[in-house]
């Protein structure tokens, strides 16, 4: 198995079987990204070789506009898109094999985990591994300590906020946030004309 196989395999959503020829392939390349964030996060580097680790752990070219504190840690990276104008802040934890893309001019906080495995629910399944994507849209801010779980896509604008778990689509220019969270506003809309102009909007509680 080469890794263009390996990622078409993930990218169709079938589930990944412990001890299978892809799931020792995945235990093979996690030992490659785990030198790569070692290497990363073990001393200082500059801008530019901070980008040139990155492009060895995706695979893929990283735009000069991308911005990352360290640590930063995956066990995969080679399902990884980025776009132009991210930024990651310190202790980000990606679990990529199910896919993660990240739009253009994306903010991401600290400790913020992306993940996109779950297991199987039986106990006969258990160590099986069922890829999910994570899509996050432009112009997205994610607040510290959030959760993003497999298969959640965030539209363009939206913001979590701090601590939020994310189990469902968020749409755009919304505000999410709890456990799980939920939409508590939207953005551009009449709640921040009113609160320009210094009225209190109610609450908005919808489910996302």
């Not at 198995?1 to 392939?25: C, D, I, P, W």
């Not at 735009?63 to 640590?71: R, S």
């Not at 990276?77 to 132009?84: E, M, R």
């Not at 965030?154 to 189990?167: E, K, L, N, R, S």
């Amino acid at each position: 198995m080469n890794l263009q196989e390996f990622l078409t395999y993930l990218n169709s959503g079938k589930t990944v079987v412990a001890g299978s020829k892809e799931h020792r392939y995945m235990c093979a390349l996690s030992q490659e990204a785990l030198r790569l964030t070692a290497k990363l996060n073990n001393t200082y580097h500059t801008p530019e070789e901070i980008r040139g680790i990155f492009a060895e752990l995706t695979g893929k070219t990283i735009d000069e506009t991308f911005a990352l504190f360290p640590p930063f840690y995956t066990d995969c990276g080679k399902n990884l898109t980025i776009g132009k104008n991210v930024f990651l802040n310190s202790g980000c934890k990606f679990q990529d094999q199910g896919g993660i893309e990240i739009g253009d001019g994306v903010l991401i906080g600290h400790n913020v985990v992306l993940a996109t495995l779950n297991h199987g629910f039986s106990q006969e399944e258990r160590h099986d591994l069922i890829p999910a994507p994570i899509r996050i849209g432009k112009n997205v801010w994610i607040g510290s300590n959030s959760t993003i779980l497999p298969g959640v896509t965030i539209g363009d604008g939206a913001i979590v906020a701090a601590g939020a778990v994310v189990t469902k689509d968020v749409p755009k220019n919304t505000v999410v946030g709890g456990v799980p969270a939920k939409v508590l506003r939207t953005i551009g809309g009449e709640a921040d004309s009113l609160a320009i102009s210094g009225q209190k909007p109610a609450e908005i509680t919808q489910d996302s």
